[in-house]
């Protein structure tokens, strides 16, 4: 198997790209530390991965929440010893113009799409700068280079996931890490039908089709740098 012996955090990994992700790395071999909020959601996502023979940790993690960051981080280097990989998916968005965004909403969007992605980085960086190598993958989105009506808040925390992930990937290169910002287009997850309900989606691509890119760059040699790439499905180009 390709990735037999590495080990990946995954965060957001009950549902969505989170979920297709944290299957596919471990069919690829890699031992996955699967994170979200929902346990029940990840005790489901780690049966399925036990079942076909792969290795998996569950941990319920706050990514907005850096001491809890700090012990996903922990367990999953007591449990396998290292961290090849990190994808740095979790995210939630509420749709809104701007004269009824909510404080609260601002803030929890801002927070768990990039100060999460920033507490999760900042965690694995030293371990992954010791051994001079490492994977870091940050799911952004189409929003992150090009704004659209009632996103205002997703666009300006997934537009800071992507020039977070720029800074970083300079201040990492000496180190043999490599930082990948993903930025799909309208994907069917659960997130996406929350959002715009009333969408067709025989139009959207599944999240199985982002999982296969981001296998796809953490299967790249270590002297390859993939800066970005995006995703669209073909009606929205």
Known sequence: MELEGQVAIVTGAGTGIGRATALILAGAGCAVAACARTAADLDVLAEEIRAAGGRVLAV???VTDESQVAALVERTLSEY??????????GMNVR????????EDWRAILDVNTTGTFFCTRAV?????????????????????RAT????????????VVGFGEAVQLDLKDYGITVTNVLPGPIATPLRRRSVPNEDPTLLIGPEEVAEVILFLVTRPHDVIIP??????RAFI
């Open 149 to 160: 009506p009632t996103r205002a808040a997703y666009s300006t925390a997934k537009f800071g």
């Open 60 to 62: 319920p993690t706050d």
């Open 125 to 145: 960086a030293p371990t992954m700068m010791e051994r001079r190598s490492g994977k870091i993958i940050n799911v952004s989105s189409r929003a992150g280079r």
């Open 81 to 90: 010893g290292r961290v090849d990989v990190l994808v740095n998916n979790a």
């Open 96 to 103: 809104a113009p701007i004269w009824d965004l909510k404080s």
């Open 228 to 233: 970005e790439i995006a995703i669209f499905p």
